[in-house]
């Protein structure tokens, strides 16, 4: 198996985060039969500190956890790793740095998909630690695309308290209150928008916003990167396997 | 991390129903938080040969591997392997001697819950592939729970045409026909039933079969061990923290 295509996916935040992502990965794959979908190991071990709290200040760093992490990733053979979260990308320059298998970003997979439709603006819908972080948008701003925030009292307002009405399963209530975030950042000139935070999609579709067609999941974005990579690899061999029958 | 519990996920035959047992697991642990979930890493490498053609003499083996997966998983550290198939378990002998971490065996997980009820006779639903093998009906037998198989002409005109129309999404068609079976084995004398084939519980589900309630789908019994083990794990985490704190 040493040289073939492996996504490690680094997750467990939380469990379900990382399922879905495996989700997303099996539904963007072209495959007629179980041996053409995308090998993939995940560790879906979810004791990790909490991300928010970190980034608040009020409870220990993740790194440590994640770079365990990595290192059991590079220990079983993945070719390629991704991060199924998008607050732990905070740490990303760190586990790339301590990483032997390249670590795919989140951004760079968004930014990918985005400049397809040259958008002179991106709304970004993420928490407030992530869109302070700052990484988000200067990851952004490096594939020649510009962030288009939410303002703190729409942050307050609307997004807050709509995230967490889906996190007590009120999709509805949430979905109307995201709605209008995401009707807003397109007011103000946002071509396409970012749901970088996981409650966001789902209440979304529940309300049919209208916002959805010119909206990303990072989540499949950064899925159909791994598709790529994998149908990269399998023309790669197909083509080697040819060369070595004419030989 | 080592010495901690880890569970590793054969999986990839086929990749979804390696998701559904990930799925099973995070449904049954009862946790308040991410870091109170079941810490598990999935191999989820599809590329594997045929199981069933396989076992019907049309096709490689998949043992080899098999093998290096088990290889892998012992190398990233789990601590209990569980696999998330009911036909490979068909090799699982030689895949318990080639491993240093245990494997769980999926019917031991459902005469676990069998043993409950203390039926006489349980009825088993699975390919034909599976039955003719014989290690359902050995292993349930070695716990003390006598095997109701279906008839020759019954797997022809219920099983065979009932998973295919589930495979086709026609799980109303499927249901009646997988309905009818499930009642031939209760009329026969089963009092319970086991739905060793992963087409199958939709399929019941959809039609409200009036089996439902006597039924055990191995998947959900072998999550439900791995949150046994976990929670026992963490029983035992907290003794040595409590010991320690006196000493």
């Given at each position: 198996?040493?040289?073939?295509?492996?996504?490690?996916?680094?997750?467990?935040?939380?469990?379900?985060?990382?399922?879905?992502?495996?989700?997303?990965?099996?539904?963007?794959?072209?495959?007629?039969?179980?041996?053409?979908?995308?090998?993939?190991?995940?560790?879906?071990?979810?004791?990790?500190?909490?991300?928010?709290?970190?980034?608040?200040?009020?409870?220990?760093?993740?790194?440590?956890?994640?770079?365990?992490?990595?290192e059991r990733l590079n220990r079983i053979g993945a070719s390629h790793i991704v991060i199924a979260c998008n607050t732990a990308h905070h740490w990303y320059d760190e586990?790339?740095?301590?990483?032997?298998?390249?670590?795919?970003?989140?951004?760079?997979?968004?930014?990918?998909?985005?400049?397809?439709?040259?958008?002179?603006?991106?709304?970004?819908?993420?928490?407030?630690?992530?869109?302070?972080?700052?990484?988000?948008?200067?990851?952004?701003?490096?594939?020649?695309?510009?962030?288009?925030?939410?303002?703190?009292?729409?942050?307050?307002?609307?997004?807050?308290?709509?995230?967490?009405?889906?996190?007590?399963?009120?999709?509805?209530?949430?979905?109307?209150?995201?709605?209008?975030?995401?009707?807003?950042?397109?007011?103000?000139?946002?071509?396409?928008?970012?749901?970088?935070?996981?409650?966001?999609?789902?209440?979304?579709?529940?309300?049919?916003?209208?916002?959805?067609?010119?909206?990303?999941?990072?989540?499949?974005?950064?899925?159909?990167?791994?598709?790529?990579?994998?149908?990269?690899?399998?023309?790669?061999?197909?083509?080697?396997?040819?060369?070595?029958?004419?030989?």
């Open positions: 198996m040493s040289g073939q295509l492996l996504i490690g996916v680094l997750g467990g935040m939380g469990p379900l985060a990382t399922l879905d992502l495996q989700q997303k990965i099996i539904e963007e794959t072209p495959a007629a039969r179980d041996q053409e979908h995308v090998p993939v190991v995940a560790w879906n071990v979810p004791q990790i500190p909490d991300r928010q709290l970190a980034l608040a200040g009020k409870g220990p760093s993740p790194l440590p956890a994640l770079l365990a992490a990595v586990l790339a740095a301590a990483s032997t298998a390249p670590l795919l970003h989140i951004v760079d997979a968004c930014a990918d998909e985005l400049r397809a439709g040259a958008p002179d603006k991106v709304g970004i819908i993420a928490t407030a630690g992530t869109l302070a972080a700052g990484w988000y948008q200067q990851r952004l701003a490096a594939q020649g695309i510009t962030a288009l925030l939410p303002a703190q009292a729409e942050l307050e307002r609307l997004f807050v308290p709509g995230c967490y009405a889906v996190k007590r399963g009120e999709l509805q209530r949430g979905g109307e209150l995201l709605d209008e975030l995401a009707n807003a950042l397109l007011a103000r000139g946002a071509q396409k928008l970012v749901l970088a935070c996981t409650e966001v999609p789902p209440a979304l579709v529940a309300v049919q916003s209208r916002s959805l067609p010119l909206a990303l999941d990072p989540a499949r974005a950064l899925a159909r990167q791994c598709v790529r990579l994998w149908q990269e690899s399998q023309r790669r061999s197909n083509v080697d396997a040819a060369l070595e029958r004419r030989t």
